[in-house]
């Protein structure tokens, strides 16, 4: 019981460093912005301010997985494109 605990507790804490698109759009975008934009939007914002981004099978030019983006970079952008900061 005692180990549950500390795992929720750590978990709570715990920041993501990679997530999915879909990832980002469910956790990270709704603090922002309300109603979050569709995909494709997201997907030409995330190229355009060029943030990084990785494929979990570097060596696939296509297919090989999830591609994932930098949640830290996500933020920053989300951070000086809105105002204000996060949606409370």
Known sequence: MGTNLKLAESSETTRARMATLGQLMANTFPVFLDPVPKKTTVKAWLDTARIPR?????????????VYYSVAAVEKFLASRTSGGPAR
């Open 54 to 66: 990785f494929k979990a099978n570097p060596a696939a030019i296509r297919g090989g997985g999830d």
